[in-house]
């Protein structure tokens, strides 16, 4: 991944400052915690008028990026949208449906929430306002969600849980696995293509960019995503999840398929980028909360190859 020897350098030192214990000597990998370079700046908006396929809506990139107001691009995906998701409560409170779209796709930055229940909606927001949620490096949208949850009332965080509850969760990644892979930067905290038709060589990496980066910027929430993962990684995931020790635990928390049950949430088709840092922070002690219990002693031990194994093999299902 090309991202310039100050942007790879600045990666580092953040890493090397979060200073959490980690499973692995290699640290967390800087692919999964993108962060833009100290000298980045936002494409100044010049008033065009975007759009997005299949909708008849409009906005400028001002109002896209507006954290207040939630662009509805298809207004009948979802049921109509709460007050906290679709315009927040200012100063305080940012739209949710801002970062996580309209109805709650989110993207690689962040979580989906379409799929999850309300109770853990809920209990993953408590433990982000107590502390006991945390990254193995600092991140910008774990700080707003720290920030927010502290600031948001019981009564519009039910409103917001229940909302996103209610919405069926679908797939919106194509796992790909290769050995090169187009030339990538950090675009405002996620991986974009860069012009061009140079490639690279992927290694042992995930990379997970918009298939239109400019809709995703728009925050369509039909935004779909490319995971290239390493050649042979889904059987190896799919191995790892159904016939090694791990199988237990995943099966027995998890489901079977992957896709969830009363007591932990789906983690089929969801963005392969967010699952290793999930899987990371637990192992690294950084996210702590009612499921690290269960989850560090399996995850602890596994190396970063197995981790992109076993999130290539979980975001090729269905949710």
């Known amino acids: 991944m090309r991202v310039s020897t100050a942007l790879w350098a600045f990666s580092i030192a953040l890493l090397a400052a979060a200073g959490v214990r980690s499973q692995s000597p290699e640290g967390p990998p800087p692919w999964a915690y993108p962060v833009n370079p100290p000298n980045f700046q936002r494409a100044p908006d010049d008033g065009t008028i975007r759009r997005v396929p299949d909708s008849s809506a409009g906005f400028t990139l001002t109002q896209v990026r507006d ?16 007050e906290i998701v ?14 996580h779209r309209a109805d709650g796709p989110g993207g690689p930055e962040n979580a989906s929430l379409f799929g999850l229940s309300a109770e853990y909606i809920m209990q993953q927001t408590a433990e982000f306002k107590t502390g006991l949620r945390t990254n193995s490096v600092p991140r910008v949208a774990t700080d707003l969600m720290i920030k927010l949850s502290r600031a948001v ?19 919106n990644i194509t796992v790909v696995e290769t050995d090169t892979i187009p030339k990538t930067h ?10 061009g038709a140079d490639k690279e060589s992927l290694g042992r990496r995930i990379i997970e960019i918009p298939e239109n980066a400019e809709h995703f910027v728009s925050r369509d929430s039909r935004a779909r995503f490319i995971a290239y993962v390493p050649v042979g990684s889904v059987q190896k995931g ?20 992957l ?14 980028t967010y699952m290793v840092r999930q899987l990371y922070d637990f192992g690294s002690g950084a ?33």
């Open 67 to 82: 954290l207040f107001a939630a662009p509805d691009w298809h207004p009948d995906d979802h049921p109509p949208m709460p």
């Open 86 to 99: 679709a315009t927040g409560r200012k100063p305080e409170v940012f739209a949710c449906g801002v970062c």
């Open 153 to 171: 009332t019981d009564q519009e965080l039910k409103e917001a849980a229940a909302y996103f509850a209610s919405i069926k969760p679908r797939s």
């Open 186 to 195: 950090v675009r405002d905290l996620f991986l974009a293509a860069l012009d």
């Open 238 to 257: 799919r191995a790892l999840a159904t016939n090694s020790d791990l199988r237990v635990q995943c099966a027995a928390c998890h489901g079977t398929d």
């Open 259 to 272: 896709k969830g049950t009363a007591t932990a949430p789906g983690i089929a088709a969801r963005s392969p």
């Open 287 to 319: 996210r702590k909360g009612a499921n690290s219990k269960l989850m560090k002693p399996v995850v602890e031990n596994l190396s970063v190859e197995d981790m992109i194994a076993l999130v290539a093999y979980s975001a090729s299902l269905t949710p």
